[in-house]
C-alpha cells in the first residue's frame, strides 16, 4: 500500500472550511458546485484517511480536493503555530494497491497522527513527524498539505469555527 503524493501547477478549490464545534468535525462547502464537479470529473470522489480525518479525492484524477471529518477538539494539543509559506497548487495522489474507488476508503498511514492547534491563530496542525520538512500547497481555501518529497505528513487548516 505505497501512497505517492505529487503536485502540480493549479488553483485552489474556493470555498468555506468550517469546525463545528457542536459536532466536534470539519466539513467543506465548496464556492462552486461547478468547480467541484469539474475537479471532481465523472468518476466519483473517495477518501483517504488520517485518523478520523478524511482527505477527498477524486477517483478519475487522484486529486486532492477538501478535508471534512470528526476530529474531537478535546484532543488537541495546545501549540504556537505559525503557517509556513505556501504555494498555491493541486496535489494528486496515486496508490498502488488498492486502486482509487468512488466510496471506499483508504488509509493514509497507518502511524499516529497528532493535531496541534494555535488558539490564538486558529490554525489546526495535524501532523505525523513534527521534524520532518515540509512543502506547503493550498489545495482549497483553508486547507494545506505538508509533504516531504512523495509523501503526505500534514494538513493544515485554517477553518471558521461555529457552533
Known amino acids: ?19 463545528s464545534e457542536s459536532d466536534r468535525g470539519f466539513t467543506f462547502q465548496p464556492q ?3 468547480d467541484l464537479a469539474r475537479l471532481e470529473g465523472g468518476g466519483g470522489r473517495t477518501s483517504l484517511v488520517a485518523d478520523t ?26 501549540a504556537e503555530l505559525k503557517l509556513p509559506i505556501s504555494a498555491s497548487g493541486g496535489v494528486t495522489v496515486e496508490l498502488d494497491d488498492p486502486p482509487l474507488e468512488a466510496g ?11 493535531v496541534l492547534f ?3 491563530s486558529g490554525l489546526v496542525q495535524i501532523v505525523r513527524d513534527q521534524r520532518i520538512p515540509e512543502r ?6 483553508g486547507v494545506c ?5 512523495t509523501e503526505l505528513i500534514s494538513f493544515w487548516l485554517s477553518p471558521e469555527f461555529v457552533e
Open 145 to 149: 498539505l505538508g509533504l516531504n518529497g
Open 53 to 78: 480525518l478524511q482527505l477527498e479525492v477524486a477517483v478519475d484524477s487522484g486529486r486532492a480536493l477538501y478535508v471534512w471529518g470528526y476530529l474531537p477538539k478535546e484532543s488537541w494539543q495546545r
Open 32 to 34: 462552486s458546485l461547478d
Open 104 to 114: 471506499i476508503s483508504v488509509a493514509i498511514a497507518r502511524s499516529n497522527w497528532h
Open 1 to 19: 500500500m505505497a501512497h505517492k503524493f505529487s503536485t502540480e501547477a493549479a488553483n485552489p478549490l474556493a470555498g468555506t472550511l468550517r469546525y
Open 118 to 120: 494555535d488558539e490564538s
Open 136 to 141: 506547503l500547497v493550498e489545495i482549497a481555501d
